[in-house]
């Protein structure tokens, strides 16, 4: 899964206070694992996960691992 985020805004990690970069992060939901691009910190890999997917596709996601 690739999430591609259309606006530019740069973000920073709150605690180190650095520029988050797009990185590979596993995820795990109930009994799937998955490798997601995401934007994380370099310093203490603290990942940010935007509204849109987390309610978007994140839910669909979760709805569907759900149902089986």
């Not at 520029?19 to 009994?31: I, N, R």
């Not at 490798?35 to 596709?57: R, W």
Request: hydrophobic share 30%; glycine share 4%.
């Amino acid at each position: 899964m690739k999430h591609e985020s259309t606006d530019q805004t740069k973000w920073y990690c709150d605690k180190c206070q650095r520029e988050l970069e797009l990185a590979k992060v596993k995820v795990k939901y109930m009994e799937g694992n998955f490798e997601v691009d995401l934007m994380k910190c370099p310093s203490c890999n603290q990942v940010f996960i935007d509204e849109t997917l987390a309610l978007g596709k994140m839910k669909e996601v979760e709805e569907g691992l759900e149902d089986k």
